[in-house]
């Protein structure tokens, strides 16, 4: 491993098959072009001190066991488990001599943006370990090594495909969940469906101008009281942040994907202003645009 400093506070670490990048204890992860999972595999020891990033973390042991030290427990997870580490979760992770792991990092958004999901996020945003001898656990870890095998293939469409394997896991894990009785069951799940799907369409459609609540709430054809409290309760999210998710995610391709001027990501992806463009960017991502397509502009 070889580590290069870039500035006073963010370091690069180059490995064989890509790099980590660091800010503090923040992670930047870097993915393939046009992927959003990145898999190692390794079988040397190392230990990675405290550290968290906006991806998903799954590891799997294929030999010996890697060592997690989250905040409140650690866990030593053996041949044939799995640990599900969720997104911006400070954890320590060390592999001891003889032992050899599978690591997948992923971009959660796709799937916990499934309206379903939410059903069964507040446990899937929790560690879930899978030990024992369990026919869940059997069947989790059979998907993984799936997707670790597609990953390895590089067919047309492998990153498409793998997460369309990791949401059948994501799927099978939330059945479970919810048979469990640990996760909220709606009373009626179809209730206001017409609302939110009517708002989400307006916002694709719109997010670049300026939109706000009375604009959607009048699409959808209710108050801006009941459309508000309605959306907030199907989607666990005000309008306005999930219109800002929406704008930083546009935003985001374009800062990989383009060499646009910062004055037009800004305006294409919807923010009134630059300087608006520029707080609002860092306050969520915690990092500038411009040094948000310096990191991933080096390696894509």
Not at 6 to 31: K, L, N
Not at 70 to 93: A, F, N, S, W
Request: glycine share 6%; net charge negative.
């Amino acid at each position: 491993m070889e580590a290069k400093k870039t500035d006073r506070h963010m370091t690069r670490s180059r490995f064989p098959d890509g790099f980590r990048i660091m800010q503090g204890r923040r992670e930047y992860v870097t993915y393939i072009e046009h992927s959003s999972l990145r898999i190692w595999y390794d079988d040397q020891p190392y230990r990675f001190e405290r550290h968290f990033h906006s991806a998903v973390e799954i590891i799997v042991p294929v030999q010996g066991e890697v060592i997690y030290e989250l905040t409140d427990r650690t866990y030593h997870v053996q041949k044939g488990e799995v640990l599900i580490v969720p997104p911006d979760c400070i954890h320590t992770m060390w592999m001891n001599e003889g032992s050899t792991r599978h690591l997948l990092l992923f971009e959660p958004d796709l799937i916990f943006g499934m309206r379903d999901m939410l059903f069964v996020e507040p446990v899937l945003k929790t560690p879930v370990y899978l030990s024992g001898q369990t026919e869940l656990q059997q069947e989790v870890r059979q998907i993984l090594l799936q997707v670790v095998a597609c990953y390895a293939q590089k067919e047309p469409l492998w990153n498409s495909m793998c997460y369309a394997q990791l949401l059948q896991m994501y799927a099978r894990l939330g059945q479970h969940f919810m048979e469990q009785g640990y996760v909220y069951r709606p009373e009626d799940p179809n209730m206001d469906t017409e609302i939110i799907e009517s708002a989400r369409l307006y916002i694709d459609q719109h997010y670049m101008d300026d939109i706000g609540l009375d604009d959607v709430a009048a699409f959808s054809g209710f108050s801006k009281y009941y459309f508000s409290r309605v959306f907030k309760q199907k989607l666990g999210v005000s309008l306005s942040d999930y219109l800002r998710t929406k704008r930083l995610s546009v935003a985001e391709d374009m800062l990989i994907h383009t060499q646009k001027p910062m004055h037009e990501v800004a305006g294409a992806s919807g923010f009134g202003s630059i300087a608006t463009f520029n707080r609002v960017f860092k306050e969520v991502k915690h990092i500038t645009p411009t040094k948000y397509r310096e990191i991933y502009g080096d390696f894509l």
